[in-house]
């Protein structure tokens, strides 16, 4: 199968109209969309060791999440790393493609993958992209009402964390609840409109905790720690298409936050 077959089927899943004004979505890298496809390598975030790795397993195309390149480079001179990886995929032909706000936003996508892992139930979108069937977010109902501690043990539980951040929230008890994965906090006004109990999003930000203790439970789980489970949708998407390419997921961490 060739290159622009496989990048063809993740658009008609995420139609790059749907990506946000300020994304980069789409080809980032590649002179190559006729050469066929040797193997796809899956990475949130795109770094040298990601671009080694698909080298070492023969892949020609690596997809990710995250776009490398979000802005226009004046130099290619390896200074830091994104220059570095311009040079290194040029160097081995290797065609970098991201898909990641519409990816974000496509019905199925990855807040679907988010709410799924929460079991959410009768979804809507939480902030609907007017003239498609996408949007920002997903709110969806738990399929019984969970004690405020109980369902924090479940977010950890569901995507494997030994911390989450959450604000004083007053209530007692959660059953509706809104999911978005990434930089989420913006859609937290929606969330309360939408009469959430809970809103779980990856990053939140101090300042934006207070002053919700009496509308909503908030929670912050981590940016990469929201989207882990896109390389899994990447990977489902890649092979209904090509069942019989070599699809890899990285097996790079690309987290660049630890934690002690």
């Known amino acids: 199968m060739k290159i622009r077959q496989i990048t063809g089927a993740l658009e008609e899943f995420a139609p790059l109209a749907l990506q946000d004004g300020y994304d980069n979505a789409g080809l ?134 030994d911390a989450l951040r959450y604000n004083a929230w007053t209530g007692k008890e959660v059953k509706r609840v809104a999911v978005c994965g990434g930089a989420g906090s913006f859609l937290i006004a929606q969330a309360v409109q939408k009469g959430c109990d809970a809103f779980l999003t990856g990053e939140v930000g101090y300042h934006r905790f207070f002053g919700h203790e009496e509308e909503l439970l908030l929670m912050e789980l981590g940016h990469y720690e929201s989207e882990q489970y896109t390389i899994g949708l990447l990977h489902d998407i890649i092979h209904s298409v090509q069942p019989q390419l070599p699809i890899y997921e990285t097996s790079v961490k690309t987290n660049p936050i630890h934690y002690l």
């Open 28 to 161: 980032q890298i590649g002179l190559a969309e006729d050469a066929e496809a040797t193997g796809a390598l899956l990475c949130l975030d795109v770094t040298e060791a990601v671009l080694d790795e698909a080298v070492r397993l023969g892949c020609n195309l690596v997809v990710s999440h995250h776009p490398l390149l979000f802005r226009p480079l004046k130099q290619i001179a390896g200074r830091d790393y994104i220059e570095r990886c311009v040079i290194k995929a040029i160097k081995h032909d290797l065609t970098l493609y991201a898909a990641h706000t519409n990816l974000d936003s496509a019905r199925g996508g990855v807040n679907f993958r988010i709410a799924d892992k929460l079991d959410l139930q009768q979804r809507e979108w939480l902030n609907p992209k007017q003239g498609f069937d996408a949007g920002e977010g997903i709110v969806g109902t738990l399929s019984a009402t969970m004690e405020t501690e109980a369902f924090l043990a479940k977010v950890k539980a569901a995507f494997g964390v």
